[in-house]
């Protein structure tokens, strides 16, 4: 976790430090079962490589466990795992019965926003899981894409980019999870007006294996045929100033922006799924409406 001052929010240095910064002098470094232990039910990371958790295990079952692992007490029973599940779940695959760990008193807010840090700091999530930890910190405490990216010191627009994701048909994230499907080609059908051509279009860039940019050609195609009730035809691609335009925009916004341009002047299509995806908008706008 390299300069993480750099690039995490208020608050979250503490955090972090407070959670690595292990003196084997003043903390107590425990030998627990485990069978006492348990993942942090705040963990986003959903699936682990089995070849690189196994090369783990045979290290543990060959030298141990240098680094303990981090756990609070559970409310319930035994201990919840605060950071170092891959070490909990090598130790097991190598059949051990205790690890080595120091009990940390953590709140459930520190528990969900090391969990999703832990992994974000060391690129171990996928896209799918990402928007999840987002989504996650939002409903369970009560933030907004704005705070999200506040403490996690990201910009609105790369969480915006993320949560998009989650409005996916349910097959289309699996191609995603299955990695047949990159985040940039599924930002491109999230463009689709007719949403119920996402499915379709997906397997297509799947079987075909068509770029991001053939990809946008296409739906830009539909869009079209869907607004003028004709057959899609092969437009001509837009210049490279335009299409540029739009990356920019659409990261500045977090959705779909797509420019029209003919004899100089034309105008700009800024996509919002919802009335509080509007809000958003207007407010990185910074349009605001006195309240009635």
């Known amino acids: 976790m390299k300069n993480k001052g750099k690039s995490l929010g208020k608050g979250i240095d503490a ?3 407070e959670l690595e910064e292990v003196d084997v002098k003043k903390d107590e470094v425990l030998e627990l079962s485990l069978n006492e232990l348990r993942p942090n039910p705040y963990q986003p990371r959903k699936t682990f490589d089995e070849v690189s958790l196994q090369e783990l295990a045979n290290s543990i079952e060959q030298s141990g466990v240098f680094q303990p692992i981090i756990v ?9 795992i605060i950071a170092g599940e891959r070490r909990f779940r090598a130790s097991k695959l190598a059949q051990r019965e205790t690890i080595p760990a120091i009990i940390r008193d953590f709140d459930e807010e520190a528990m969900m926003q090391v969990a999703v840090l832990e992994n974000l700091q060391r690129e171990d999530l996928n896209p799918l899981e990402e928007a999840e930890a987002y989504d996650m910190l939002m409903k369970n405490l009560k933030l907004t894409q704005a705070e999200v990216a506040e403490r996690l010191g990201k910009s609105r627009p790369y969480i915006a980019n993320y949560l998009r994701l989650l409005s996916l048909p349910q097959l289309v994230k699996e191609m995603m999870q299955d990695e047949r499907l990159s985040m940039g080609q599924a930002r491109t059908l999230l463009g689709l007006k007719n949403k119920e051509q996402i499915l379709k279009l997906a397997n297509r860039c799947v079987k075909e294996n068509l770029t991001v940019r053939q990809l946008e050609q296409l739906v830009s195609t539909m869009n079209e045929s869907k607004d003028k009730k004709k057959v899609p035809r092969i437009v ?3 210049p490279y100033y335009l299409r540029e335009s739009e990356d920019r925009l659409m990261d500045k916004f977090g959705t779909s922006v797509e420019i029209q341009e003919k004899e100089g002047k034309g105008k700009i299509e800024i996509e919002y799924l919802s009335q509080s995806d509007l809000t958003r908008i207007l407010d990185i706008l910074d349009i605001h409406f006195d309240e009635a």
């Open 236 to 238: 001509k691609e837009k």
């Open 72 to 80: 609070r007490k559970s409310a319930v029973k035994g201990y919840e």
């Open 15 to 17: 955090l972090f430090q």
